[in-house]
């Protein structure tokens, strides 16, 4: 299946500061890419929709001030925890549709952010 | 938005045993996807279904799209322990061009060896 990468995987940051998340695909090219939020045994719940050259589509409720999110490039997204707080602690993945008659998605592996 | 119930929530079996779990919705989906997920990762895409009726395997896998568009199930055979994880059904919300998936609550399952 097709690849996408997520950088990092883990971080660990101070109250106050930011912190970015690289989504990339690596073997095709993601118009659209969809940042995941997950707290522990809980299933993902959608934060945004991401689309190249535009601004992203955000879910109720979740801050786009907080969560800058950038698809610059076919291939890459970022998403940037802003001034981040211990309550934005949880574990975020990124993912791309693959367009064609049978879309799919793929996700990459996942970032667990920790704010101290 | 549109919601999926999944169960059974968790799964304790033994090696070797067969495992069964479902899906269902009160509205019509187009496409079921079936993810799994292990601690730490991302959910890892495992079989895709796009027609009513569909029935596909992958390896030890099966799963089917219901006739009814309405329900999905996943059947593993001769569970070995690295089955291990949450599976996840999920499905593209309707109406939208975003693609946006409406996911499961997740099947724990446990794998004794």
């Known amino acids: 299946g097709a690849v996408v990468s997520q950088h990092p995987s883990r971080v660990i940051c101070k109250s106050g500061t930011s912190v970015k998340i690289e989504c990339r695909s690596l073997?095709?090219?993601?118009?659209?890419m969809f940042w995941y939020r997950q707290f522990p045994k809980q299933s993902l719940m959608l934060m945004a929709t991401?689309?190249?050259?535009?601004?992203?589509?955000?879910e109720q409720g979740v801050e786009k001030d907080k969560f800058l999110i950038n698809h610059a490039s076919l291939t890459l997204s970022t998403l940037t925890v802003t001034s981040a707080h211990p309550e934005d602690s949880s574990f975020y993945i990124c993912?791309?549709?693959?367009?064609?008659?049978?879309?799919?998605?793929?996700f990459g592996s996942g970032t667990q952010l920790s704010v101290l | 938005g549109q919601q999926l119930n999944q169960s059974p929530q968790s799964m304790f079996i033994q090696e070797g045993e067969d495992v069964s779990m479902n899906c269902t919705s009160s509205?019509?989906?187009?496409?079921w996807l079936w993810y799994k997920q292990e601690p730490g990762e991302g959910p890892v895409l495992l079989i895709a279904?796009?027609?009513?009726?569909e029935l596909t395997s992958n390896g030890r896998l099966t799963a089917q799209f219901g006739i009814t568009r309405k329900d999905s199930f996943l059947n593993i055979s001769a569970s070995i322990p690295s089955d291990v994880g949450i599976y996840f059904c999920?499905?593209?919300?309707?109406?939208?061009?975003?693609?946006?998936?409406?996911f499961g609550k997740g099947t724990l399952l446990t794998v004794n060896p």
């Open positions: 993912s791309a549709r693959v367009w064609g008659i049978n879309e799919k998605l793929f």
């Open positions: 073997d095709f090219q993601a118009t659209t």
């Open positions: 991401s689309n190249e050259g535009s601004k992203a589509t955000y």
């Open positions: 509205s019509i989906f187009n496409t």
């Open positions: 279904l796009y027609k009513a009726g």
């Open positions: 999920a499905g593209p919300d309707s109406g939208g061009s975003n693609y946006k998936l409406t």
